[in-house]
């Protein structure tokens, strides 16, 4: 298969020419390190117990992280930052 057959189906989001690759992965980098790195952790619990959970247990698993993520010190922070008109700062 193609990278552009793969992003034809959806199963990646983007392709990038040889010679830009290494910029490209430095900006994605560089974007999750300016994430919450909680909130992130949760994302990947989520997304590892996604193949083992019925329907019912995942919704139940993300209904209780998305309840964790937003009585969490980053949460407070991006809703500061975001009334403040400033970029946040997580820890």
Known sequence: MT???ALQWEMIWDVFAD???QNQV???AETLSL???SSLRLIRKAFNLSSQNSLGQQLDLERD???EAGRSLNY???I???IQKRQPNFD
């Open 3 to 5: 990278a552009e057959t």
């Open 19 to 21: 010679n830009d690759f």
């Open 26 to 28: 430095r900006v994605l």
């Open 35 to 37: 994430q919450p790195s």
């Open 65 to 67: 992280l998305q309840r």
């Open 76 to 78: 407070k922070e991006g």
């Open 80 to 82: 500061q930052a975001f």
